[in-house]
């Protein structure tokens, strides 16, 4: 895979898209798609613009390469932190539910 494909593939990874997604914005078959990001296919300048577009990025930014590991890091990172921040939601509503029954029973005794 090619350092375009790669890239193209994580921008699809972090938005949440499958190839078909991604397919069908770009009017074009998943076969077709699917030979953009493992590099099989050579990308003409118009698709480039059409991939930049869809991924809001400027042509530039999708044909560079130097961030791309700081990127996946980066997006990791991320993913991590949304984990342990789920964790402890659910812990702050366990919470919530011990303060307000403390409440009830106080109220009940007054």
Known sequence: ????GKKIRLLRHQKGWSQE???????IS?????KIETGITD?????????????GLSLVQLLST???????QIADEITELNKKLQVREVEV???QKKVID???QL????
């Open 1 to 4: 895979m090619n350092a375009l």
């Open 21 to 27: 997604d991604v397919a069908k914005r770009l009017d």
């Open 30 to 34: 998943i076969p077709a798609f699917s």
């Open 43 to 55: 990308v003409n300048l118009s698709r480039l613009n059409q991939i930049s577009r869809l991924f």
């Open 66 to 72: 130097t961030d791309l590991e700081e990127e996946k």
């Open 93 to 95: 509503i366990e919470l």
């Open 102 to 104: 403390l409440y009830e």
């Open 107 to 110: 109220h009940k005794r007054s």
